[in-house]
């Protein structure tokens, strides 16, 4: 090969290049970003609307089924569930996974402004592109003025907002006293007309007698606290009706706002609390940009706050897991590397020559930095994962380069015509074994699912390493073989005499060898499918989640409660499971519980664990239960790590729709599956979601009533939502900013008063009970929907690994019983699995196309590529026997790692059979076989042995990262241990028995 003489003719511009590879991976590396998992876009959006003081049922009535019916009409939508609850309708949206979120999100909103047009007057849909990056990145709690601070962190580039949680917002209260009132004999009407005009009018434009334009506006604003106290809001006895008509009295007496209400600066009525650590708090969330990366955006964060000396409590920190497995990652490619260079050094038995070889190692994955910055990818856990499972593969060229030209070396070639001529007889070989193992992940491009979207990104660094390793195996390695010296070890020697004896017994017992070799195949095939379908692996971190709902009357109040418990047993076992930190959110406390539907009778509480992985994986379990275990009345404790909140996002790992219009039959048949489904062996927790019902208050006017007594049914509850949520009338400039004005008729109102309200009407003032009917009914807290229908959720937890065998369980008792009436579907993660399944075995298929195309053109044969993929099924007893060893469940990774095989395994056969096939041209076809396998015996072992020892570390970690990384491994090491012993022994036999009866 002319490069390869070249490159041992030019040693300085090889280092010259080798310089500028490193210079250019060294700085690619520096700039790349660090992140847990790949940035891809979820195709998620939210459609939020409020519509205070409504119902569950007229918020679904009249808000969410007119959002629908727009909703399901929008271009793109796969699917739509929503939740219909007091004062909110939460609609998620799913989009399809092929198209680009920000595009569908628009075209959404512009349907969305369109069904606004029907919606009732104040209910206004807000859309927002639903993003992981909706939660905190970073939170800490400070006693300290943290003023400075915050506006410092909100102008670095990556943070997106930072919200103060916890702390009341304040406001001008105006709290009118209704015996005032009356003593001053005000007219209420008059007073909210003269509080209202507290804003600033545009009215147009003038001009002066130059023909300057000059913009003209009336101000109506109060100047401070005091103007607004001495405001005059009536006239004692004088109506506003009579003021209208201009009946107005010769003696007016003036009332100001102060004699008949008390006005303050007051906090504004609490919905919701943050606690760090059991104690009331401010809680500081800093949020990241959308595509901003977590590690870089908290370490940015962080040293604001070492370098302001506040002292603070750290109570969230997405960075720290991410950070830890990132460099557990890293240590793990480092021993790799360590693995394979030994592997190496025991078969050449020269330090020169492995570290020639080993060298293609940190070169390629210099190459690969190079690649990876270069198309914008992270350096996260799934693209070190691909680096790593490439790692061992990266000197594989390289070996089976510099052993033929070892082998020139040896036969006394000069070092050009060694390098040539030895690289050259290998060529075709190394770039179709190189061309088969990238090409198994090409078809991921085509598809467009949640896994293989994750995938693609380890995929990539597996292809740039591995074509790293093709340009470093044939240009660099051939310029260092200048110094070596040919030598060979009497261990080779003898373990090649060994083997070729050993070849030589199964050559002459044929059908032995097919009948062991298939039968071990068709027993691993029959053992995998008989494996439960898994998903996912979670990732083992350090946060626990506890969730806590009440009965959805609840006030925050009691909710508080309940979590004060909680918190309290957390503070006494501290040191038991090593509790770093937590912090309590109560009620609605941030834009992001507002967003996710949450209430005042929901609370999350955010546990840190310290320790290592193993220490607080055992800390976590222990907690699990303790917490779980807690009787508290009413309360509905969940206990999740922090993975396991993806059931926002993904849903629960099986859940069952119960579909129709009746709800009380949907939630009559959603009971009867429950008691069906409870006592399934492999389910962890079920559950029917939202199932509380809460008891409401009615009023039902009565307009003849209404009518007779002046009052109109609109001004009924006008009156009614100031005296219970107030009336915002303008904002007011005080000494503590521009705060917003809230007039109220009462400081409370109960269940007993309302009744009694007073409200205002034609004749006077009129009891609320005068024209209405005030009584009390139980409805649903939340009435969810799924594309549109009625719909009860029964959600299943199965142990992990499982999910595959309980899906089938419930549909065997889901087609036993009556169902008349409703709709029954099963989803969630199950959703997800079975799309991903049906991706990778539509991927796995694709692969073998192109391995089997690549191989027909380089042997110029039709029939040889099939004895050549035989290595593929041979790798399945190496996948079962990694399955039954680590109890796997046959989930996502492992059939990622049979992937990856179905593109390796075949490499040590395609060496094999490109050099018997040379030999071939000279000898018989026996020698051919026994001659060709013995002298790549030595590669194939070096070759197989280095990916094996690179993955160890990766196998054997218990470390941070390694939940997906780990099983891959495994199933690769085995696969290509128990598919090397087939390629030595078993190929050659079929390879012989098919040239005898076909030419290939």
Same mark, same amino acid.
């Given at each position: 090969?002319?490069?390869?003489?070249?490159?041992?003719?030019?040693?300085?511009?090889?280092?010259?290049?080798?310089?500028?590879?490193?210079?250019?991976?060294?700085?690619?590396?520096?700039?790349?970003?660090?992140?847990?998992?790949?940035?891809?876009?979820?195709?998620?959006?939210?459609?939020?609307?409020?519509?205070?003081?409504?119902?569950?049922?007229?918020?679904?009535?009249?808000?969410?089924?007119?959002?629908?019916?727009?909703? %399901?009409?929008?271009?793109?939508?796969?699917?739509?569930?929503?939740?219909?609850?007091?004062?909110?309708?939460?609609?998620?949206?799913?989009?399809?996974?092929?198209?680009?979120?920000?595009?569908?999100?628009?075209?959404?909103?512009?349907?969305?402004?369109?069904?606004?047009?029907?919606?009732?007057?104040?209910? =206004?849909?807000?859309?927002?592109?639903?993003?992981?990056?909706?939660?905190?990145?970073?939170?800490?709690?400070?006693?300290?003025?943290?003023?400075?601070?915050? %506006?410092?962190?909100?102008?670095?580039?990556?943070?997106?907002?930072?919200?103060?949680?916890?702390?009341?917002?304040?406001?001008?209260?105006?709290?009118?006293?209704?015996?005032?009132?009356?003593?001053?004999?005000?007219?209420?009407?008059?007073?909210?007309?003269?509080?209202?005009?507290?804003?600033?009018?545009?009215?147009?434009?003038?001009?002066?007698?130059?023909?300057?334009?000059?913009?003209?506006?009336?101000?109506?604003?109060?100047?401070?606290?005091?103007?607004?106290?001495?405001?005059?809001?009536?006239?004692?006895?004088?109506?506003?009706?009579?003021?209208?008509?201009?009946?107005?009295?010769?003696?007016?007496?003036?009332?100001?706002?102060?004699?008949?209400?008390?006005? =303050?600066?007051?906090?504004?009525?609490?919905?919701?609390?943050?606690?760090?650590?059991?104690?009331?708090?401010?809680?500081?969330?800093?949020?990241?940009?959308?595509?901003?990366?977590?590690?870089?955006?908290?370490? $940015?964060?962080?040293?604001?706050?070492?370098?302001?000396?506040?002292?603070?409590?750290?109570?969230?920190?997405?960075?720290?897991?991410?950070?830890?497995?990132?460099?557990? !990652?890293?240590?793990?490619?480092?021993?790799?590397?360590?693995?394979?260079?030994?592997?190496?050094?025991?078969?050449?038995?020269?330090?020169?020559?492995?570290?020639?070889?080993?060298?293609?190692?940190?070169?390629?994955?210099?190459?690969?930095? *190079?690649?990876?910055?270069?198309?914008?990818?992270?350096?996260?856990?799934?693209?070190?994962?691909?680096?790593?499972?490439?790692?061992?593969?990266?000197?594989?060229?390289?070996?089976?380069?510099?052993?033929?030209?070892?082998?020139?070396?040896?036969?006394?070639?000069?070092?050009?015509?060694?390098?040539?001529?030895?690289?050259?007889?290998?060529?075709?070989?190394?770039?179709?074994?190189?061309?088969?193992?990238?090409?198994?992940?090409?078809?991921?491009?085509?598809?467009?699912?949640?896994?293989?979207?994750?995938?693609?990104?380890?995929?990539?660094?597996?292809?740039?390493?591995?074509?790293?390793?093709?340009?470093?195996?044939?240009?660099?390695?051939?310029?260092?073989?200048?110094?070596?010296?040919?030598?060979?070890?009497?261990?080779?020697?003898?373990?090649?005499?060994?083997?070729?004896?050993?070849?030589?017994?199964?050559?002459?017992?044929?059908?032995?060898?097919?009948?062991?070799?298939?039968?071990?195949?068709?027993?691993?095939?029959?053992?995998?499918?008989?494996?439960?379908?898994?998903?996912?692996?979670?990732?083992?971190?350090?946060?626990?989640?506890?969730?806590?709902?009440?009965?959805?009357?609840?006030?925050?109040?009691?909710?508080?409660?309940?979590?004060?418990?909680?918190?309290?047993?957390?503070?006494?076992?501290?040191?038991?499971?090593?509790?770093?930190?937590?912090?309590?959110? *109560?009620?609605?406390?941030?834009?992001?519980?507002?967003?996710?539907?949450?209430?005042?009778?929901?609370?999350?509480?955010?546990?840190?664990?310290?320790?290592?992985?193993?220490?607080?994986?055992?800390?976590?379990?222990?907690?699990?239960?303790?917490?779980?275990?807690?009787?508290?009345?009413?309360?509905?404790?969940?206990?999740?790590?922090? &993975?396991?909140?993806? /059931?926002?996002?993904?849903?629960?790992?099986?859940?069952?729709?119960?579909?129709?219009?009746?709800?009380?039959?949907?939630?009559?048949?959603?009971?009867?599956?429950?008691?069906? !489904?409870?006592?399934?062996? $492999?389910?962890?927790?079920?559950?029917?979601?939202?199932?509380?019902?809460?008891?409401?208050?009615?009023?039902?006017?009565?307009?003849? =009533?209404?009518?007779?007594?002046?009052?109109?049914?609109?001004?009924?509850?006008?009156?009614?939502?100031? /005296?219970?949520?107030?009336?915002?009338?303008?904002?007011?400039?005080? &000494?503590?900013?521009?705060?917003?004005?809230?007039?109220?008729?009462?400081?409370?109102?109960?269940?007993?008063?309302?009744?009694?309200?007073?409200?205002?009407?034609?004749?006077?003032?009129?009891?609320?009970?005068?024209?209405?009917? *005030?009584?009390?009914?139980?409805?649903?807290?939340?009435?969810?929907?799924?594309?549109?229908?009625? #719909?009860?959720?029964?959600?299943?937890?199965?142990?992990?690994?499982?999910?595959?065998?309980?899906?089938?369980?419930? $549909?065997?008792?889901?087609?036993?019983?009556?169902?008349?009436?409703?709709?029954?579907?099963?989803?969630?993660?199950?959703?997800?699995?079975?799309?991903?399944?049906?991706?990778?075995?539509?991927?796995?298929?694709?692969?073998?196309?192109?391995? /089997?195309?690549?191989?027909?053109?380089?042997?110029?044969?039709?029939?040889?590529?099939?004895?050549?993929?035989?290595?593929?099924?041979?790798?399945?007893?190496?996948?079962?026997?990694?399955?039954? #060893?680590?109890?796997?469940?046959?989930?996502?990774?492992?059939?990622?790692?049979?992937?990856?095989?179905?593109?390796?395994?075949?490499?040590?056969?395609?060496?094999?059979?490109?050099?018997?096939?040379?030999?071939?041209?000279?000898?018989?076809?026996?020698?051919?076989?026994?001659?060709?396998?013995?002298?790549?015996?030595?590669?194939?072992?070096?070759?197989?042995?280095?990916?094996?020892?690179?993955?160890?570390?990766?196998?054997? %970690?218990?470390?941070?990262?390694?939940?997906?990384?780990?099983?891959?491994?495994?199933?690769?090491?085995?696969?290509?241990?128990?598919?090397?012993?087939?390629?030595?022994?078993?190929?050659?036999?079929?390879?012989?028995?098919?040239?005898?009866?076909?030419? *290939?």
């Amino acid at each position: 090969m002319k490069l390869a003489e070249i490159s041992s003719k030019r040693p300085i511009a090889i280092l010259m290049l080798l310089a500028a590879i490193v210079f250019l991976g060294f700085i690619s590396f520096q700039h790349l970003k660090l992140d847990l998992l790949p940035q891809i876009e979820y195709p998620y959006a939210v459609v939020l609307t409020t519509y205070m003081g409504a119902g569950a049922e007229e918020v679904e009535e009249l808000v969410t089924f007119p959002l629908e019916e727009y909703i %399901s009409s929008t271009p793109g939508v796969r699917r739509f569930t929503s939740m219909s609850m007091d004062s909110v309708s939460f609609i998620l949206v799913e989009f399809e996974w092929n198209v680009k979120t920000a595009d569908a999100v628009g075209r959404l909103s512009r349907y969305v402004e369109l069904a606004s047009r029907e919606l009732p007057e104040g209910a =206004k849909p807000i859309v927002v592109e639903f993003d992981p990056s909706l939660l905190p990145v970073y939170a800490f709690s400070t006693e300290e003025d943290y003023e400075e601070v915050v %506006s410092k962190i909100r102008r670095l580039p990556d943070v997106a907002s930072v919200e103060v949680m916890g702390e009341p917002k304040k406001i001008v209260e105006i709290v009118l006293d209704h015996e005032k009132i009356k003593k001053f004999d005000v007219d209420p009407s008059l007073i909210e007309t003269i509080l209202s005009g507290n804003l600033v009018y545009p009215f147009g434009y003038v001009k002066d007698s130059e023909g300057n334009i000059y913009s003209v506006s009336v101000d109506g604003r109060f100047e401070n606290l005091d103007d607004l106290k001495n405001t005059i809001v009536g006239f004692r006895g004088v109506k506003y009706q009579s003021l209208l008509r201009g009946e107005i009295p010769k003696l007016l007496i003036p009332v100001r706002l102060k004699n008949i209400a008390e006005v =303050k600066i007051a906090e504004e009525s609490v919905q919701g609390e943050v606690r760090v650590n059991g104690k009331k708090a401010s809680l500081i969330a800093i949020y990241k940009r959308s595509g901003a990366n977590t590690v870089k955006t908290v370490r $940015e964060i962080k040293k604001i706050l070492s370098n302001s000396k506040i002292d603070y409590i750290e109570a969230m920190n997405q960075a720290y897991y991410t950070e830890r497995a990132i460099d557990n !990652l890293l240590k793990n490619l480092f021993y790799g590397f360590i693995a394979a260079f030994a592997v190496v050094l025991i078969f050449l038995k020269d330090f020169i020559s492995t570290l020639v070889t080993s060298f293609s190692i940190p070169l390629s994955l210099t190459v690969t930095f *190079v690649f990876l910055y270069a198309f914008g990818i992270n350096l996260d856990t799934l693209t070190l994962g691909g680096l790593i499972m490439a790692l061992g593969m990266l000197v594989d060229n390289s070996i089976v380069v510099f052993e033929n030209i070892y082998r020139h070396r040896s036969l006394g070639k000069s070092i050009p015509d060694a390098a040539r001529e030895g690289t050259g007889e290998v060529w075709l070989a190394i770039l179709a074994s190189t061309l088969t193992t990238v090409s198994v992940f090409l078809p991921i491009v085509f598809f467009t699912g949640f896994v293989v979207r994750l995938f693609k990104y380890f995929a990539l660094a597996f292809v740039f390493a591995l074509s790293s390793s093709l340009f470093v195996s044939t240009v660099i390695v051939p310029a260092g073989t200048r110094w070596i010296k040919p030598r060979r070890g009497k261990l080779t020697e003898r373990l090649q005499k060994s083997y070729r004896k050993a070849l030589e017994w199964c050559m002459n017992r044929k059908g032995l060898v097919l009948a062991v070799a298939f039968t071990l195949v068709i027993v691993s095939a029959v053992f995998l499918l008989s494996k439960p379908m898994g998903f996912l692996p979670s990732f083992q971190t350090n946060l626990v989640v506890i969730d806590v709902k009440l009965p959805p009357q609840s006030s925050y109040e009691r909710t508080s409660e309940a979590v004060q418990k909680i918190e309290e047993y957390l503070n006494e076992h501290r040191s038991t499971y090593n509790i770093t930190s937590f912090y309590s959110e *109560v009620g609605i406390t941030s834009e992001y519980s507002q967003i996710m539907g949450r209430g005042q009778n929901e609370a999350r509480i955010m546990v840190n664990l310290g320790g290592s992985r193993k220490e607080f994986a055992k800390n976590r379990e222990r907690l699990k239960e303790a917490i779980a275990s807690l009787k508290i009345p009413d309360a509905k404790i969940e206990v999740l790590e922090q &993975s396991q909140q993806l /059931y926002e996002v993904l849903g629960y790992p099986i859940t069952v729709e119960i579909r129709g219009e009746d709800l009380s039959l949907i939630q009559e048949k959603a009971e009867e599956i429950f008691e069906r !489904l409870k006592n399934l062996p $492999e389910v962890e927790k079920i559950q029917i979601r939202n199932s509380y019902e809460k008891s409401v208050v009615h009023v039902r006017i009565d307009r003849n =009533k209404s009518l007779m007594n002046g009052v109109v049914a609109g001004q009924v509850f006008l009156d009614l939502q100031t /005296y219970m949520l107030g009336k915002n009338i303008g904002t007011l400039k005080t &000494s503590e900013g521009t705060l917003p004005i809230v007039l109220k008729k009462a400081e409370t109102l109960s269940l007993e008063d309302l009744p009694r309200t007073p409200l205002e009407g034609l004749k006077g003032e009129v009891p609320l009970g005068a024209i209405a009917t *005030v009584t009390q009914k139980t409805v649903p807290s939340v009435i969810d929907h799924s594309d549109g229908e009625r #719909v009860i959720y029964v959600d299943l937890v199965s142990i992990e690994g499982a999910i595959g065998d309980v899906s089938k369980e419930v $549909e065997e008792v889901l087609s036993g019983m009556n169902l008349s009436g409703v709709k029954v579907d099963i989803s969630g993660q199950k959703e997800f699995m079975d799309e991903a399944f049906a991706e990778l075995r539509s991927v796995v298929y694709m692969a073998i196309a192109l391995v /089997y195309m690549i191989l027909a053109a380089q042997f110029e044969s039709f029939v040889l590529p099939f004895v050549i993929f035989l290595t593929v099924p041979f790798a399945i007893v190496g996948v079962a026997f990694a399955v039954l #060893v680590n109890g796997y469940s046959l989930n996502v990774p492992v059939l990622v790692g049979l992937l990856t095989l179905s593109g390796t395994v075949v490499n040590n056969a395609i060496v094999m059979l490109t050099r018997i096939e040379q030999i071939r041209k000279e000898k018989d076809l026996m020698e051919s076989v026994l001659e060709g396998a013995q002298s790549r015996l030595r590669p194939i072992l070096m070759t197989t042995f280095t990916t094996i020892v690179a993955l160890l570390p990766t196998a054997l %970690s218990q470390g941070e990262g390694a939940e997906i990384e780990s099983p891959i491994s495994w199933v690769v090491i085995f696969g290509l241990l128990i598919s090397m012993l087939f390629t030595l022994f078993v190929i050659p036999v079929i390879y012989t028995l098919m040239r005898k009866k076909i030419k *290939v």
